[in-house]
């Protein structure tokens, strides 16, 4: 008698510690911490992109690279400013990812929401669950701004029975998730993702903090606004600004992840809704809508919800053109001049939707240098024809 089991359950998860497939450039996904690593050359997104690829799977077609919201923002049908009427208390901002899980789970869309909760012991350190209650969802408010490895918890899904599931997650995350998807047994997934860039290590957090804040150990959160500050969260409430070009780059340069500096898919452009804040106002968040799931999961949260239509002022490119050669050498502005730098730029510089260009083209600048340099072998391969078309655009230093 022949066994009818999937080929996947055959494959032996990596053990802790030892040697990933896509090696330094690991994003640590959670992908081989279970028997799906049986897919991992075609499911990991620094050994195989495919980001156009599985848009089409996904949203029914690819990004039209002539449109330039789309060139820039992925496959979208709709796009919009938003924050709660009644915020969650101890959310990040005010609780839109939270809320619309917690509306999935209770109004029986799905049986489960895959999420990240932290550590007994560490309020940063990541920790992947299936979330089966409201009160399991809400333990999961506020980002982990490290590397997390949310797919761990797939065979827990598979062996579950669940067959509706909300999975949250960044872009390499959900890139992996989607090559597997018709693996998982489900009948339908609905996936609510978050923008992501230059994440880290625990430890490169704590370099990070550390070199940044007044206060390290009492962050309880933090993010890099669209007023050019990174704004910290403390315990006591208190918030501290930290402005973008006073940042010790000289020392953080190489703080964060390999896979970060590799990557073009800072939008997330696989899920089926995306809630960030890049292209909103101040104190709001910026959602995308990429299909008609990612619209019948908005629907879930609507009422609670203040919108307004999105907006873009400004000019982005020459600030980018400034920044790359800036990031290259590792430029530390003086606090002073930095302070006035950011206040200049605050009043005349890119908003709104101005601002997620401008954010995107210095990191996509960056990122493909990075790549160039440490990785040529897999430049034309790894990067996305959106990625080049949008780096094509400004001038990079010759090696």
């Known amino acids: 008698m022949t066994s009818t089991a999937p080929k996947h359950h055959k494959a032996k998860a990596l053990k802790p510690g030892s040697v990933r497939p896509a090696k330094e450039l690991c994003s640590e996904c959670g992908l081989c911490d279970t028997y799906y690593i049986h ?26 690279l ?27 901002w005010t609780g839109i990812v939270s809320t619309i899980a917690i509306e999935m789970l209770t109004q029986g869309k799905v049986e489960g929401v895959v999420c990240v909760q932290n550590t007994p012991e ?14 399991e969802i809400l333990a999961a408010r506020v980002n982990k701004p490290t590397l997390s490895p949310n797919l761990s918890i797939l065979e827990q899904v598979e062996q579950s029975g ?12 959900i890139q992996a998730l989607r090559a597997v998807e018709k693996q998982l047994g489900l009948e339908k997934l609905y996936v609510l993702g978050t923008p992501c860039v230059d994440n880290v290590t625990r430890a490169g957090l704590q370099k990070f903090l550390e070199t940044t804040s007044r206060s390290p150990e009492t962050v309880v959160h933090y993010e ?14 208190s918030t501290e600004t930290v402005p973008f070009f006073g940042l010790k780059t000289n020392q953080l340069k190489d703080v964060f992840a390999p896979s970060c500096m590799t ?21 709001w968040q910026w959602i995308v809508v990429r299909n008609d799931t990612g619209k019948e999961m908005l629907e879930m949260a609507m009422e609670q919800l203040e919108t307004q239509p999105v907006m873009s002022k400004g000019d982005r490119r020459q600030a980018v053109q400034q920044s790359i050669p800036a990031y290259d050498q590792g430029v530390t502005l003086p606090m002073w001049a930095a302070k006035l730098m950011g206040v200049v730029i605050e009043k005349i510089g890119p ?49």
């Open 39 to 64: 897919y991992v050359k075609e499911a990991c997104a620094f050994i195989n992109q495919q980001i156009p690829e599985l848009e089409t799977e996904s949203h029914g077609r690819a990004r039209d």
């Open 66 to 92: 002539d449109n330039e919201n789309e060139l820039y923002f992925g496959v979208h049908q709709e796009m919009m400013a938003a924050r709660k009427v009644e915020p969650i208390e101890g959310a990040q």
């Open 122 to 135: 560490d309020r940063f350190q990541p920790m992947p669950v299936i979330a089966r209650t409201p009160e």
């Open 162 to 173: 669940m067959k509706r599931l909300l999975a949250i997650g960044v872009g390499c995350q």
């Open 224 to 237: 890099f606004m669209q007023d050019f500050r990174v704004h910290f969260k403390h315990e006591d409430g």
């Open 263 to 283: 990557c073009f898919d800072y939008v997330n452009s696989l899920a089926d809704l995306v809630v960030g804040y890049m292209g909103a106002p101040f104190g």
């Open 351 to 399: 908003k709104g939707l101005e601002y997620a260009r401008f954010s995107i083209d210095s990191h996509f600048t960056r990122n493909y240098l990075y790549t160039k340099r440490n990785y040529p072998q897999k430049l034309q391969q790894h990067v996305p024809e959106f990625a080049k078309k949008i780096v094509d655009q400004y001038q990079l230093p010759e090696d």
